[in-house]
T-cell receptor, first 108, second 118 residues
Framework: DAKTTQPNSMESNEEEPVHLPCNHS???????IHWYRQLPSQGPEYVIH???SNVNNRMASLAIAEDRKSSTLILHRATLRDAAVYYC?????????FGAGTILRVKS | DTGVSQDPRHKITKRGQNVTFRCDPI?????LYWYRQTLGQGPEFLTY????????KSRLLSDRFSAERPKGSFSTLEIQRTEQGDSAMYLC????????????????FGSGTQLSVL
């Protein structure tokens, strides 16, 4: 399974944008980039996914580098409820393979 | 649509006992997954079903573990002769996919069953 690399933790102030990076230098041409997050005491939840183009939805934006070797999840205005572990996953085969993710702390 | 439901939420057992967890997926979701998560780690894939067929099992799923989805709806995960190393959160997820896995497919997770083996 292709690997991703994420920082262990990041901190943000409430109401400010957050950029969560992910490196995936071994990505293949058909690998989709998925992001999930896991709030405390809950299972992971889908955030966003993309292949080549940048993507936006109501939760976040996904910026994908032109060479696809990295991507950035953007939360436009972090709230306390966004404090979670964020997982960047390359979808290959028929399952999601999670890494350790990035712990996002949001300060009020 | 009440989401993926898992029961129980918490289970404490003594080493050597058998335990069984239940997962009710979102109605009409064809695929069902089991993951295990230990503290500070991401979820690890255990197994998945397409309807009632168990299509893939991880090497993590030792012969003490067995999963079933008899009618293609709810699923059970049984651990026999539990060990302290089995202590973890057991997560279930479902998706509506059929046939080949779609790159656009999203998994919907339950809140998990926290197992503590004493």
């Amino acid at each position: 399974d292709a690997k991703t690399t994420q920082p262990n933790s990041m901190e943000s102030n409430e109401e400010e944008p957050v950029h969560l990076p992910c490196n995936h230098s071994t990505i293949s041409g058909t690998d989709y980039i998925h992001w999930y997050r896991q709030l405390p005491s809950q299972g992971p939840e889908y955030v966003i996914h993309g292949l080549t183009s940048n993507v936006n939805n109501r939760m976040a934006s996904l910026a994908i580098a032109e060479d696809r070797k990295s991507s950035t999840l953007i939360l436009h205005r972090a709230t306390l409820r966004d404090a979670a572990v964020y997982y960047c996953i390359l979808l290959t085969g028929n399952k999601l393979v999670f890494g350790a993710g990035t712990i996002l702390r949001v300060k009020s | 649509d009440t989401g993926v439901s898992q029961d129980p939420r918490h289970k404490i057992t003594k080493r050597g006992q058998n335990v069984t967890f239940r997962c009710d997926p979102i109605s009409e979701h064809n695929r069902l997954y089991w993951y295990r998560q230990t503290l500070g780690q991401g979820p690890e894939f255990l197994t998945y079903f397409q309807n009632e067929a168990q299509l893939e099992k991880s090497r993590l799923l030792s012969d003490r573990f067995s999963a079933e989805r008899p009618k293609g709806s709810f699923s059970t995960l049984e651990i026999q002769r539990t060990e302290q190393g089995d202590s973890a959160m057991y997560l279930c997820a479902s998706s509506p996919g059929t046939g080949s896995f779609s790159p656009n497919e999203k998994l919907f997770f339950g809140s998990g069953t926290q197992l503590s083996v004493l």
